[in-house]
């Protein structure tokens, strides 16, 4: 039987079906606790992605409490983009390519061209594993606007400096820690300097049968 959601909160309806990412886990937990913090703080991105989305939980949450924003979510499993699709239907998100809407994508990365033609994103969301983290800091990098924020998860307590020294070299300072102690979320803001470009195509093809690359 379903629990009452706290007051002020919106709840949503996940199926993970042949995806991840029902909520359940701290590394979606800790996303979904990093973007209410933002909210509470101000922040109002306005195009927003989520890279390797699962359910598509992440992705329902950001546009809850930015109902304006542009929203692509994407992974490289096209069955996760079909429950996401699912949900979103459950859950009355619209799709579509506007404000308020969610677009969808099946792509490793950013290696899509809705996803570069969107850019640059003022958040980008990823919560797949410290591997593909790693491997994806420049392109993530060169869809972030000077000056976004990066919220990433899905690597474990002692992965954490590999991937922050990635993306430090990109460009990006370290803004807040959350998730627990085992599963870090990582808050992270694309300094003003390193400017932006439009790539034609990711540096790092993600390789779908590599195990690693994945969602929660």
């Known amino acids: 039987m379903p629990t009452a959601s706290p007051a002020g909160s919106t709840p ?3 199926d993970a079906s042949q995806a991840f990412g029902t909520g359940g886990h701290d590394t979606t937990a800790g996303c979904l606790t990093m973007l209410d913090r933002m909210a509470r703080r101000g922040v109002v991105p306005r195009n927003i992605a ?3 989305t699962g359910t598509g939980l992440l992705a329902f949450a950001g546009l809850a409490l930015w109902p304006r924003a542009r929203m692509i979510a ?8 079909f429950v996401t699709r699912d949900n979103a239907g459950i859950n009355g998100v619209p799709l579509g390519r506007g404000g308020g809407r969610l677009a969808v994508a099946v792509a490793p990365g950013i290696d899509h ?18 591997g593909p983290l790693i491997t994806l800091a420049p392109d993530i990098a060169s ?6 924020h990066a919220i990433l998860a899905g690597l ?3 992965q954490m400096e590999p991937v922050l020294a990635a993306y430090r070299a990109q460009g990006f300072r370290l803004a807040a820690r959350g998730g627990s102690a085992d599963w870090p979320c990582l808050l992270l803001v694309k300094r003003r300097r390193y400017g932006w470009r439009r790539k ?9 049968a590599d195990a690693s ?3 929660w």
């Open 50 to 52: 989520d890279i390797g």
């Open 156 to 158: 474990i307590a002692r």
């Open 12 to 14: 949503f309806l996940i």
């Open 113 to 130: 061209p809705a996803i570069r033609h969107r850019a640059p994103y003022d958040l980008v969301i990823a919560n797949i594993l410290a």
């Open 200 to 208: 034609q195509r990711a540096r790092h093809r993600a390789d779908p």
């Open 213 to 215: 690359f994945g969602s």
């Open 74 to 81: 994407s992974d490289i499993d096209p069955a996760s983009i």
């Open 143 to 148: 869809v972030t606007a000077p000056g976004g």
